[in-house]
């Protein structure tokens, strides 16, 4: 039985496995542009974030109804639960589907229809985060905002995603002041390609309460003082980090000076059908590449339902908090 964790970062549309995609193409009389499962594999050679991005929007083309989203969350649903997954906390994005003419009550229904009965169905309890396209304008993000003020019972908080270089977190302060007004809680990828400045400047004009990736704090000492001291979780992603080519190779990852420089790090997955992995697999690769003992992932896996969110429900925490403490390394 793997390790019980809690995954806070990731992408339902990154769970798109060649497989559905294909039989989603199938029932919505889609036309993929690659022959088959394999050679859409063979599509997945990135050398940075935007090569990805340009085909993870792209194969999003196969999502058109309810049910797809429905059929995408189950699928990574039973996945994790596999790995070891008792909550999860999962990012989608609106404008991507929105712009294709998918409505987001379409995406927000569908996905609900398996989020909303995942307890019972695959013993994971979930939460659901909106990104914003940090490459769309402020009045983009403002507009799916208003768009979403339907469905905020099932959405917990809002996050940043996308290509980072270029679009700095000032350009959406507005629409975080207004997401914190209507009690959503607030998450940023920073520090992935971006610079260091980005994750100061997402703590300090967006109010975020985690930093998505934030591998680049490293390179700032103060900031990693002050990430420290304040306790922000960064969501850690090993294989997307290799995949897109933040790191060389999994051993130069920086995860073990950031675990012993004090920061609150968890282990995710991102768009794991896309990096070669799902969370367990991530926690795996870093034990085996980066020689991590029983001990750190002990503390990464306290470490992930610690920033989870999860204050309306204390007991819950405290719940999957012994788990960790009792599990049995064998
Ligand atoms: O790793 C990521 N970074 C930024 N945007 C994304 N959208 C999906 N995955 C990612
Ligand atoms: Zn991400």
Same mark, same amino acid.
């Given at each position: 039985?793997?390790?019980p ?5 990731l992408h &339902?549309?990154?769970?798109?496995? @060649?497989?559905?995609?294909f ?5 919505n009389?889609?036309?993929l @542009? ?13 050398s940075? !974030?935007q090569?990805?991005?340009? #085909? ?10 309810e049910? *797809?989203?429905? *059929?995408?969350a189950?699928?990574?649903l =039973?996945r994790?639960?596999?790995q ?5 906390? %999962?990012?989608?994005?609106p404008? =991507?589907h %929105?712009?294709?003419g ?5 995406v ?6 398996? !989020?909303?009965?995942?307890?019972e169905?695959? /013993?994971?309890?979930?939460?659901? %985060?909106?990104?914003f396209?940090r490459?769309e304008s ?9 768009a979403?003020?339907?469905y905020?019972?099932r &959405?917990? /908080? ?5 290509a980072e270089?270029g +679009?700095?977190?000032?350009k959406? $302060?507005?629409?975080?002041?207004? =997401? ?5 809680? $607030?998450?940023? +990828?920073?520090?992935?390609e971006g610079? @260091?400045?980005? &994750?100061?400047?997402?703590?300090d004009l #967006?109010g975020?309460?985690r %930093?998505? +990736?934030?591998? $680049?704090c490293?390179? *700032?000492p103060e #900031?990693?003082a002050?990430l420290v001291r304040?306790?922000?979780p960064?969501? #850690?992603? @090993? ?7 933040a ?7 920086p995860?073990?000076?950031m ?10 997955s991102?768009d ?9 697999d991530n926690?795996?690769?870093v034990?085996?590449?980066l020689?991590? *003992?029983?001990?750190r ?5 306290r ?6 969110f999860? =204050?309306?429900?204390e007991? $819950?925490?405290?719940?999957?908090l ?6 049995d390394?064998?």
């Open positions: 039985m793997p390790l964790k809690a995954e806070l970062h &339902i549309e990154g769970t798109l496995e @060649p497989e559905l995609a039989a989603l193409a199938a029932r009389g889609v036309e @542009p690659y022959a088959d499962t394999d050679a859409l594999r063979e599509a997945y050679r990135f940075d !974030l090569s990805f991005l340009n #085909l993870y929007y792209g194969l999003m083309a196969v999502l058109r109804t049910r *797809d989203f429905e *059929d995408l189950n699928a990574y =039973a994790a639960a596999a070891g997954v008792r909550h999860a906390e %999962i990012f989608f994005d404008q =991507a %929105i712009a294709r998918v409505a987001l009550g379409t927000v229904e569908g996905l609900w229809a398996a !989020l909303g009965s995942s307890e169905n695959h /013993g994971v309890s979930t939460r659901l %985060i909106m990104c396209l490459d402020a009045d983009s993000a403002r507009e799916t905002l208003e979403a003020r339907p905020l019972d &959405i917990t /908080g809002v996050g940043l995603d996308s270089v +679009h700095p977190p000032v959406f $302060r507005e629409v975080y002041e207004a =997401a914190a007004a209507l009690g959503l809680r $607030r998450v940023a +990828h920073a520090g992935e610079p @260091p400045q980005y &994750i100061t400047d997402s703590l #967006l975020v309460e %930093i998505d +990736h934030g591998l $680049r490293m390179e *700032d #900031l990693v002050r304040e306790r922000v960064l969501t #850690l992603c @090993p294989l997307s980090n290799v995949r897109l080519r790191v060389d190779t999994l051993a130069d990852h995860l073990p000076a675990l012993d420089a004090g920061l609150l790090c968890t282990v995710n991102d794991p059908a896309y990096f070669g992995g799902y969370v367990d926690f795996t690769a034990r085996s590449a020689g991590l *003992d029983e001990q992932l002990r503390e990464l896996a470490n992930s339902f610690l920033a989870a999860l =204050a309306d429900d007991e $819950r925490r405290a719940r999957y012994a788990e960790v403490e009792a599990y390394f064998g």
